[in-house]
């Protein structure tokens, strides 16, 4: 596998959680996994680093970190500001059909197991909420915060707390969308991110 593709694999690996935080990452378990020489491995944790997806410990070796709550924070500011501002700008073009297919998207990811579905069909559901907005650099910024956030959805089984919170969010959501009221839609959604987006964070103590 050439570097990229191990940069993807990786990246993918410790968004979704696979790799927690805490994870020591070693050059000669990557490269026997991979089939290569260190030296490519070396270049896509250097990658990593500059990233933020890994961190360097004192003792030179390379892990994934761990999010503070001052990361987590920062996140949710970043993505409400850009969010809210996308349905403002969507919700007024929406049409039924948009806001149905929003519907039946929710109503699946309430039954799904698997994290990585749960994932599609939380970013179609926003998705089809923000489509209207006509801006595709918001759009696309927008996938790329969601993406940092990714590890969440293993913490959501069916028929968990935190799958039914997700889904009556979601739910709040589309009720004001369906009376175009933007102002409890933007409400409704600065709720949901505050609730459902913060990710797998520092135990209680740890610095920030």
């Not at 994870?23 to 944790?45: G, H, M, W, Y």
């Not at 949710?76 to 969507?90: D, F, I």
């Not at 590890?151 to 979601?170: C, D, M, N």
Request: aromatic letters at 2%.
């Amino acid at each position: 596998m050439d570097p990229n593709g191990i940069e993807t694999v990786l990246r993918d690996e410790i968004e979704r959680g696979v790799l927690p935080p805490g994870t020591a990452l070693k050059q000669e378990d990557l490269a026997a996994r991979f089939n290569v020489s260190r030296q490519p491995i070396r270049r896509v944790l250097e990658r990593l680093l500059v990233t933020g997806l890994l961190t360097r410990r004192s003792d030179r070796s390379v892990a994934v970190p761990e999010w503070s709550r001052k990361q987590a924070a920062d996140l949710v500011s970043v993505r409400m500001a850009l969010e809210t501002h996308a349905l403002r700008l969507s919700l007024p073009r929406l049409d039924e059909a948009v806001l149905r297919k929003a519907r039946r998207i929710c109503e699946a990811l309430l039954d799904e197991d698997d994290p990585a579905e749960i994932e599609e069909l939380d970013i179609a559901f926003h998705r089809h909420l923000y489509s209207g907005c006509d801006n595709e650099r918001l759009l696309a910024m927008i996938e790329d915060l969601r993406r940092e956030g990714r590890r969440i959805y293993a913490l959501q089984p069916r028929g968990s707390v935190k799958r039914t919170a997700l889904f009556e969010e979601h739910e709040a959501i589309l009720a004001a969308c369906t009376v175009r009221d933007i102002e409890k839609a933007v409400h409704s959604l600065s709720a949901h991110l505050t609730g459902t987006i913060t990710p797998i964070t520092a135990e209680e103590g740890d610095p920030e």
